[in-house]
């Protein structure tokens, strides 16, 4: 006569279920936000330089305690809506626990972005990267672009001596991070105060800690594994 176990393994599975995931996602998004009025032609002017981009500032109050900061691409803005027509670097600087480093720091993340990537629907063509990057909660780091074949355009974030024009790039509501300074050249050239140049971006994730199953969960699961033992070895 056979026997049905099929109850012994629906236990065996919710016992499994109960237990918690691995990680959290607690948030995700783009390190910074650009202004889509913004308009090269009538709007701010342009220059060219090795390197452009900026400094981000990661803050602590912006990170719930225990939870980890990750950096899991980086991304090339298109200006004009189309897709890069040359390969783009966007290389990651730091960690600095002071304002406005150079980037004799180290460089702790890069990525390609490839000619004729597509756009995303934020204006981004994004490289990921395989292993994402842990940020430190209160630090600064830079995030620079540069092009694979002289240097890069960029675009004055801010017209008439103030911080608010269309050109201005902030990061969005919600972020964990703060615009420090906007940076061109290949040392300390850093302008504009708390607004970024426009070009590099970076897409990040907080995750939270790895939960530990309860003792009740794990004495549950234990049980249940032993009666199912018990019954193999009945059978």
């Given amino acids: 006569m056979k ?6 393994f629906v236990a065996g599975v919710t016992l ?24 090269p032609s009538v709007s701010g002017s342009t220059g060219s330089y090795a390197q452009v981009g900026g400094e981000f500032h990661l803050l602590a109050a912006g990170v719930p305690s225990g939870d980890t900061v990750y950096v899991t691409a980086l991304g090339w803005y298109s200006i004009a809506g189309t897709a890069p027509a ?44 395989a292993t994402p990057i842990a940020l430190t909660a209160g630090d600064y780091y830079n995030v620079i672009e540069n092009a694979a074949s002289g240097n890069v355009t960029y675009y004055q974030p801010y017209q008439g001596g103030g911080t608010t024009g269309p050109a201005v790039v902030t990061p969005p509501a919600g972020s964990p991070f703060a615009a420090v300074e906007g940076m061109y050249n290949n040392s300390t050239g850093y ?23 309860e003792p009740a969960t794990m004495a549950l699961l234990s049980s ?12």
Avoid: C
């Fill in 191 to 213: 302008a504009y105060s708390s607004s970024e140049y426009l070009g590099p971006d970076m897409q990040y994730e907080i995750e939270g800690p790895t939960p530990v199953p």
């Fill in 16 to 39: 499994l279920a109960a237990i918690p995931a691995l990680a959290q996602n607690q948030g995700s998004g783009d390190a910074v936000i650009f202004n889509s009025a913004f308009n």
């Fill in 224 to 235: 249940g594994l032993v009666f199912a033992l018990g019954l193999r070895r009945r059978r």
């Fill in 3 to 8: 026997k049905s176990y099929l109850p012994a």
């Fill in 86 to 129: 040359e390969n783009y670097t966007i290389s990651l600087y730091g960690p600095s626990t002071a304002a406005l480093q150079n980037l004799s720091s180290d460089l702790i993340g890069t990525g390609t972005v490839a000619s004729g990537t597509a756009l995303s629907s934020d204006g981004f063509a994004w490289v990921a990267l």
